[in-house]
């Protein structure tokens, strides 16, 4: 069973930064990605950035409307990812969640999830 806790939401005034980190636990050994999404009331929840933990060199995503202002890491020794998000608009306001790609025969996709993690940014 693998677990995924998130931390490090919070209120923040827009242009604030925030640090979010996922502590990933449980049977790990078969993740072949993870990521944090994002969803407010009504819409759709939104990839927000990406990493394969596959590859040394962890190939990043990112979502048109954070690219240059969110930055998503991991630290393998730790199971635990991380997003920095900077210059927070009140756009990014949401409830942010971690999941986990597994192999699901060969598919690779997304069969985990954290229960979420409220940022809220002020104007």
């Known amino acids: 069973q693998v677990q995924l806790v998130e931390s490090g939401g919070g209120s923040v005034q827009a242009g604030g930064s925030l640090k979010l980190s996922c502590a990933a636990s449980g049977y790990i050994a078969t993740t072949c990605g993870m990521g944090w999404y994002r969803q407010t009331p009504g819409k759709e929840r939104e990839l927000v950035s990406s990493?394969?933990?596959?590859?040394?060199?962890?190939?990043?995503s990112y979502a048109d409307s954070v690219k240059g202002r969110f930055t998503i890491s991991q630290d393998k020794y730790k199971n635990t990812l991380y997003l920095q998000m900077n210059n927070l608009t009140t756009e990014d306001t949401a409830m942010y969640y971690c999941a986990m790609k597994t192999f699901t025969g060969w598919v690779c996709q997304y069969n985990h999830w954290g229960q979420g993690t409220r940022v809220t940014v002020s104007s």
């Open positions: 990493i394969s933990t596959l590859s040394n060199d962890g190939t990043t």
